[in-house]
């Protein structure tokens, strides 16, 4: 039962998922000891979920509007806390970075992500 529902959800993973995680190197121009981005997972298949929150307190002016980002992907995927992100998804490539813990599930799972404007 859980094969067959596992399978069926991944039908709907129509993303691919590079994960980078900071690690030191050495920068060769300087000499100096910098952190590095580096590929840790490449093209894992995926599925982002974007949902839209609005909160309004009845003394606000304007609606308080906030999106949700959400990342389906195999459980099996080591995401650690910091790394970034790069998602392409309908023809579209996205940087996020991780935001919080993994909610796992027997099939795969859910991690809440922060669209990364530029990289630092």
């Keep these: 039962m859980v094969r067959g529902y596992e399978n069926a959800l991944r039908q709907l993973w129509d993303g691919l998922c590079d994960v980078y995680v900071y690690k030191e190197g050495v920068d060769e121009a300087t000499g100096r000891t910098v952190q590095k981005p580096v590929q840790t997972v490449k093209g894992k298949p995926c599925r ?10 009845p003394e606000s002016e304007a609606n308080d509007v906030r999106q949700v980002v959400k990342l389906f992907i ?27 813990k993994p909610a796992v599930y027997s099939t795969h799972q859910e991690i809440v992500l922060e669209l990364e404007k530029e990289w630092a």
């Design 48 to 57: 982002v979920s974007y949902s839209t929150i609005s909160a309004t307190a």
């Design 74 to 100: 195999a459980k099996d995927v080591e995401i650690p806390e910091g790394s970034r992100l790069v998602i392409t998804q309908e023809g579209h490539t996205d940087t996020f970075r991780r935001a919080g």
